[in-house]
């Protein structure tokens, strides 16, 4: 399944899920964002699951990893949590770096290619927009998307290079957290744990 863009939906922790969802413009009330995380964290676990995991590819754009969400504390979780997913055998992730400029999933945003192991399913494009979400399943649809998908990868790090970008901001963000004055009075003040209480 790959996957591009500026989220880690397949790949986000719970905390961060509930930031995200709790930060768009969507006005969810929190049943529906419990239901969100839910979800995600459903999807995820058949990532990792003993039997027949699914397989992931997604390419991230570097942002996505260094913007804030939900606190500064919730972002170092959530980088910590990518890079200890990323080792599984069947997640493969590479990160699109700054330097390499407009690439091709600014042109539509963020989406996913569905595969499933029957020779003649061509699979599906998953886009999510501000007011839901839409499956493109005709063939000239798919095909765009998975030339996007090819050309973003062909753009990004190799995927030991991505984890080793990974691990690095994941450290950086530890350190920011441990050092920045601003960041740990906002911890100490309660300002980061909104998002969290129901």
């Not at 590819?57 to 504390?73: D, K, Q, Y």
Request: proline share 6%; with cysteine.
């Amino acid at each position: 399944m790959p996957e591009v863009g500026s989220s880690i939906h397949a790949l986000q922790t719970a905390a961060y899920t509930d930031a995200v969802a709790r930060r768009g413009t969507a006005e969810r009330a929190d049943g529906e964002v419990e239901r969100l995380v839910d979800l995600r964290q459903a999807r995820q676990a058949a990532l990792s699951r003993e039997s027949t995991p699914l397989r992931l590819w997604t390419v991230l754009n570097e942002a996505v990893l260094r913007r804030v969400v939900g606190s500064p504390a919730i972002t170092g979780d959530q980088l910590l949590h990518l890079a200890e997913m990323i080792r599984h055998p069947k997640i493969t992730v590479q990160v699109l770096p700054y330097e390499h400029g407009a690439h091709p999933g600014m042109a539509a945003g963020p989406f996913q290619i569905l595969g499933f192991p029957w020779p003649a399913d061509p699979g599906v494009a998953y886009v999510e927009h501000r007011a839901g979400a839409c499956y493109l399943e005709r063939d000239h649809e798919i095909e765009a998307h998975t030339v996007a998908f090819e050309h973003l990868v062909a753009l990004a790090l190799s995927p030991e290079s991505s984890v080793a970008v990974v691990r690095e901001i994941a450290k950086e963000s530890s350190e920011r957290e441990r050092t920045d004055p601003f960041v740990r009075g906002v911890e100490r003040s309660g300002v980061a744990e909104v998002h969290l209480q129901r």
